[in-house]
C-alpha cells in the first residue's frame, strides 16, 4: 500500500561541493493427507457458531484462502497473515522441507502456543501415534503429520474474538521456532518489529537477510516499476528509480518487507518499515545539462563501488554517473555525481521542501546552482535528516 504523507517535512540542505533440530525416527503421516479435509478440533469456548439458528439458509460466505508452506530451517512460510473475527479460512498446506523432516500446522487461541507445544512434547513415545497433537480445548484446527512433499488442506472458522491467533508445528524441537500468526481485526505491526513471528521469520522477509550494503530491484511504492532498493551501512535506505533516473525517497531503520511481493505474483509491492523522512516531487529532474530540460534520460546500468551502487545513465547526450552514501552518523545522504565528458553548463535542484538551500562556487539559492565547463564536474547534494544549516 502507498505509504501516507509525512507528518512533518524536515529541513534538507542540499549543498553542492565541487571535488577533485527432529525426535528420532520420523513418524507415519496420515493417509492420503492431501484428499483428506482435517475436522476442527472441539471448538474452545466462545468459538464461532456456524449456524444462524433461524432455520433459514445462509447466504455463502466467500472464505479467505491461505497457502502456508513448511520451509528448511523449522519456518513457515509466510509468517503471519491478516483475517476477520468469524471468518470461514481454508488453508491450503504443502511441506516443502528440503532437509526431509516431517511437520504439522496446528492454529491455537492467543497466547497459548507455549502451553501446547510443551504438552506436545510430554506425549514423548505416544506423540507419533497421535501426530502429536495434544488435547488441549485451545486447539483451533490441525493438520494431518505432513512428511517432505505431502500437503493438507483445513478449513476452520476463527472465533468472533479480535486478537492474534498462532499457528505451530508441535513436531518436538520445532515449536518453540516454528510458528506464525494470524491477526485477526488486529493491525499488523512492521515486520521487523513484530513479536508474534520468529525474529529470522523477520529476517527471511528482508532482502538481503539485515546485510548491509545490500542492494535490491524491487516493486515500491510511490515510485516507477523500474526501481532499486538499496540498504546502506547504519540505519538509512533509499529508493532509486532507474526508468526516471533519479533518487526518489530515503528512509531510515529496516529495509524493506519483501514478503507480499515474493509470496505473490511478484506484482504486489514491498512495504516500508516507516514514512520517508526525504522525498523527491514527483515531477522534475535534478539536472539540467545546457538546454537539456526536459531531455530523454536512458539507464545504463549500474556497477558496485565499495559495495555500492553507483548508477550510469544518459541525459540526452550526456554520460551521467551517480553514487549515494549515507552521512556520517547515519544522519542523512550524499547523493554524489560524476559527469566527466560535460561541456556545457550543469544546473542542479533539488527539490527538498521548505528551507532548502543549495551552495556552489555559483553562490548560495533556494532554486539551484550553476557549473560552469571550466569547474570540476564531481559534485553531491547532501540531504540531512531533520534540521540542518548549509556548508559551503
Not at 261 to 277: I, Q, V
Not at 310 to 322: K, P
Request: charged share 15%.
Amino acid at each position: 500500500m502507498p505509504f501516507a504523507t509525512p507528518r512533518f517535512r524536515p529541513v534538507v540542505t542540499a549543498v553542492l561541493a565541487l571535488t577533485g533440530s527432529c525426535y528420532g525416527a520420523n513418524p507415519e503421516p496420515a493417509a492420503n493427507p492431501a484428499e483428506s479435509q482435517t475436522t476442527p478440533a472441539a471448538p474452545a469456548a466462545g468459538a464461532a457458531s456456524t449456524g444462524s439458528g433461524s432455520g433459514k439458509a445462509e447466504a455463502p460466505k466467500k472464505s479467505l484462502n491461505v497457502k502456508i508452506e513448511m520451509r528448511d530451517g523449522l519456518r513457515f512460510e509466510p509468517p503471519r497473515f491478516e483475517a476477520q473475527p468469524g471468518e470461514e479460512i481454508v488453508v491450503s498446506l504443502e511441506n516443502a522441507d528440503a532437509t526431509h523432516q516431517p511437520h504439522n500446522f496446528v492454529v491455537l487461541r492467543p497466547g497459548k502456543r507455549e502451553e501446547v507445544v510443551q504438552q506436545a512434547l510430554a506425549l514423548g513415545e505416544k506423540g507419533p501415534a497421535i501426530g502429536f497433537i495434544p488435547e488441549n480445548s485451545n486447539i483451533i484446527v490441525h493438520s494431518a503429520l505432513l512428511n517432505p512433499e505431502g500437503t493438507n488442506t483445513v478449513r476452520f472458522t476463527l472465533p468472533p474474538e479480535k486478537g492474534v491467533y498462532p499457528y505451530v508445528c508441535t513436531m518436538p524441537g520445532h515449536g518453540m521456532v516454528m510458528y506464525g500468526a494470524i491477526y485477526s481485526g488486529v493491525k499488523m505491526p512492521a515486520l521487523a518489529k513484530d513479536q508474534n513471528i520468529p525474529p529470522q521469520a523477520a529476517q527471511n522477509a528482508i532482502p538481503g537477510n539485515g546485510r548491509r550494503p545490500y542492494v535490491q530491484r524491487i516493486f515500491l511504492p510511490n515510485t516507477g516499476p523500474a526501481s532499486i532498493a538499496v540498504a546502506l551501512p547504519g540505519e538509512q535506505n533509499y529508493c532509486w528509480d532507474a526508468g526516471a533516473c533519479r533518487l526518489r525517497y530515503a528512509w531510515r531503520g529496516a529495509f524493506v518487507d519483501a514478503s507480499a511481493n515474493w509470496r505473490g505474483n511478484g506484482k504486489d509491492l514491498a512495504a516500508l518499515p516507516g514514512e520517508p523522512w526525504w522525498s523527491a516531487e514527483p515531477n522534475g529532474f535534478p539536472l539540467k545539462i545546457g538546454a537539456s530540460a526536459g531531455a530523454q534520460v536512458k539507464f545504463l546500468g549500474y556497477k558496485l563501488v565499495d559495495g555500492l551502487p553507483e548508477f550510469h545513465y544518459r541525459v540526452g547526450e550526456t554520460e551521467v554517473f551517480e553514487k549515494i552514501s549515507a552521512l556520517p552518523g547515519n544522519s542523512g545522504l550524499v547523493d554524489h555525481f560524476r559527469i566527466p565528458k560535460a561541456s556545457q553548463q550543469i544546473h542542479v535542484s533539488v527539490a527538498s521542501g521548505a528551507g532548502a538551500t543549495i551552495a556552489g562556487d555559483a553562490g548560495s539559492t533556494k532554486s539551484g546552482a550553476a557549473i560552469t565547463p571550466a569547474h570540476p564536474t564531481d559534485f553531491s547534494i547532501t540531504l540531512t535528516e531533520g534540521s540542518a544549516t548549509a556548508k559551503p
